[in-house]
């Protein structure tokens, strides 16, 4: 007996299984009376059957419902820019940043896309005869604005109240390239708004609509690296481009390098001096790791700042005594969530926030420092803020240096 192939067993077996089926469902079924419960007319109603068929309305959001909109403008892969409910942009995600947005209910909860970039629109106005008038395309200075979310393209339209004089109609269109099958371009980099302004008056005006964007470019390393922002203007055939670069400045060069001086921390065992608010940091500072808390490492002494103490609905601040800037840099470990004015520690003069860092959604402390030449001989605080209940609450080993 010859063997059989793997590939004729395979045919053989598909052919008897067909036979099997088409036999099986050549014979007729028997039909009993009074056991078919379905009728055939089921008196459904006309106007429900239409609806069924009839194209659907789309939603437009206004209001409260603004608050909470984001949409992905940003080119699939590309980093997360959101377009929010009034037509400003948000989230800024295109930084290249470990951003970790958290687990379960904290990852997917409502909140109002952050703007952490300032930018925006705006619109002038000169009706004959009447002074310039100004607005900015945002909720602030057109309330009635309203939403139309249809991915890929969402539409604003910023509405006026029936007794607003203002003689504009406007809507904003944006969009990132969105090609089915084509990977690459739906990848692009790229967001598009595009602006329509109509004349509602019965009169000529002058308009004209303008926009400003902040150069982010390594503002990362704001208050690590002396730099300088360089906002260039590129012309070329049917384009204009605004080139926003930063280059480095050096540092100062000191007069002389000394040891590293530790002029604050916490290994007696005590917060010392320091000025407590809240309850995340309980009586004394930490050895580690908390109850129920995730494990703390990278700590180099035996004693540090952990505002998990209560769990991670706790919150306040901590400010250090008062001291003279004397060195270039401050050095420090900190580690935990990464909530830039909410979860954080700030370097303060005149009470007002000149340094700043967070940490990186992580539990490992890691050094991070701040270039301080030009605030020599100030007089400065400290201070450690957790305003936020987050499941990676903050941790610093000030250490400063």
């Known amino acids: 007996m010859s063997s059989l192939s793997r590939r004729d067993f395979l045919a053989a077996s598909a052919g008897t299984l067909a036979l099997s089926l088409i036999d099986s469902t050549s014979r007729a079924a028997e039909v009993k009376a009074g056991t078919h419960h379905i009728p055939e007319d089921k008196n459904l109603s006309k106007d429900w059957l239409d609806e069924l068929f009839a194209k659907g309305k789309p939603k437009v959001y206004k209001g409260d419902e603004l608050a909470t909109i984001g949409m992905p403008i940003g080119g699939i892969c590309a980093g997360q820019l959101y377009l929010r409910g009034d037509g400003t942009l948000g989230e800024w995600d295109i930084f290249n940043h470990d951003h970790f947005t958290g687990y379960g209910d904290n990852c997917y909860r409502t909140y109002t896309p952050p703007a952490p970039v300032q930018q925006g629109f705006g619109v002038w106005v000169k009706p004959r005869g009447a002074d310039a008038q100004f607005r900015a395309l945002d909720k602030k200075d057109f309330p009635k604005v309203e939403f139309l979310g249809e991915y890929p393209i969402g539409t604003v339209r910023y509405a006026r109240a029936a007794d607003d004089p203002f003689p504009l109609d406007i809507t904003l269109e944006a969009s990132s390239p969105f090609m089915p099958l084509d990977a690459r371009a739906s990848g692009t980099p790229g967001t598009i708004l595009r602006f329509t302004v109509k004349n509602a008056s019965k009169q000529a005006i002058e308009a004209g609509l303008g926009g400003w964007l902040q150069n982010a470019v390594a503002s990362g390393s704001a208050g690590r690296l002396r730099g300088e922002c360089i906002n260039s203007v590129v012309r070329s055939e049917g384009m204009t481009t605004l080139l926003l670069s930063a280059k480095e400045i050096p540092a100062p060069q000191p007069d002389k390098i000394g040891e590293p001086e530790v002029f604050a ?10 000025t407590k608010t809240g309850d995340c940091f309980g009586d004394k500072p930490a050895m580690g790791t908390l109850p129920n808390q995730q494990e703390v490492t990278g700590f180099g002494g035996k004693y540090l700042v952990n505002t998990f103490v209560g769990g991670d609905k706790s919150t306040g601040t901590l400010s250090s005594p008062e ?27 005149n009470d007002k926030v000149v340094r700043t ?43 400063p240096r």
Do not use: M
Not at 326 to 346: A, L, V
């Open 265 to 274: 921390d916490f290994e007696d065992g005590t917060y010392g001096k320091w």
């Open 323 to 349: 001291f003279t800037i004397k060195r270039p840099y401050i050095y420090f470990k900190i580690g935990g969530g990464n909530h830039p004015g909410k979860e954080c520690i700030n370097l303060n003069v």
């Open 357 to 399: 860092a967070t940490g990186k959604n992580l539990e490992k402390l890691e050094w991070d420092y701040w270039e301080v030449s030009d605030l020599k001989d100030k007089k400065a605080v400290l201070e450690i803020v957790d305003q936020i209940c987050d499941s990676n609450p903050l941790r610093i080993e000030p250490r």
